[in-house]
């Protein structure tokens, strides 16, 4: 059975470009949270949809937004890219009546140069 | 606000040995507790986690062991081997509110098991 895929593996984006990046959960998951993790430390918590409704959301600015699609894929998008947004983008999922037990997937590899 | 402490940042423990890592939290409110293996490369994968129910958890060469009144839990790996070398991550989470789906991760460790 095949996890929790992301697209694209690595990404590279100039400051104040925007970028978009996707996840499709594993299947017959109908949750996705988001979460960046800076080089040497844990994944920092972005944001949780659930049947394609934001049901939580980490301290990020405004310029990060997702959403989540009827087939209970998601995407990630970030505006105004800063140099401090390189980071690798976890996407995970989660059956729905166990929000906190998630899987992961492999991440995004963003650069911003 | 850093509500999750882990440590030590890295371990080098021989083949055959013990591995021990251990986290504090803050939040009485979190009721859900996971380990996560990191390998390079690759995204983190749930490895065993526990409820302040009970005190301690196994799974095979793994365990978890939970004190509710000092606030900590600790992740023991038994006879270490080399592939278990990767960066172990503890996580805390609460059900419910605004803090839905929300895992509140340590900082990490890195573990290293030589041969």
């Known amino acids: 059975d095949a996890g929790v895929t992301q697209s694209p593996t690595h990404l590279i984006k100039t400051r104040g470009q925007h970028v978009t990046l996707r996840c499709s959960p594993i299947?017959?998951?109908?949750?996705v949270s988001w979460y960046q993790q800076v080089l040497g430390q844990g994944p920092q918590f972005i944001f949780q949809?659930?049947?394609?409704?934001?049901?939580g959301r980490g301290n990020f600015p405004d310029r990060f937004s997702a959403r989540q699609f009827p087939n209970y894929s998601s995407e990630l998008n970030v505006n105004a890219l800063l140099l401090g947004d390189s980071a690798l983008y976890l996407c995970?999922?989660?059956?729905?009546?166990?929000?906190?037990?998630?899987?992961f997937g492999a991440g995004t590899r963003l650069s911003v140069l | 606000q850093q509500q999750v402490k882990q440590s030590p940042q890295s371990l080098i423990v021989q083949k055959g040995g013990i591995s021990i890592i251990n986290c504090a939290y803050e939040?009485?409110?979190?009721?859900?507790f996971p380990w996560y293996q990191q390998f390079p490369g690759k995204g983190p994968a749930l490895l065993i986690a526990?409820?302040?129910?009970?005190s301690e958890k196994k799974e095979g060469r793994f365990t978890i062991s939970f004190n509710k009144s000092a606030k900590q839990f600790s992740l023991h790996i038994m006879d270490s081997q080399p592939g278990d070398s990767a960066t172990y991550f503890c996580?805390?989470?609460?059900?419910?509110?605004?803090?839905?789906?929300?895992?509140?991760f340590g900082q990490g460790t890195i573990l290293t098991v030589h041969p």
């Open positions: 995970a999922s989660s059956f729905e009546g166990t929000p906190n037990i998630q899987y």
């Open positions: 299947s017959g998951h109908k949750s």
């Open positions: 949809y659930y049947e394609k409704e934001e049901r």
């Open positions: 939040n009485t409110a979190f009721d859900y």
């Open positions: 526990i409820r302040p129910d009970v």
């Open positions: 996580a805390a989470s609460k059900s419910g509110g605004t803090s839905y789906g929300k895992l509140t």
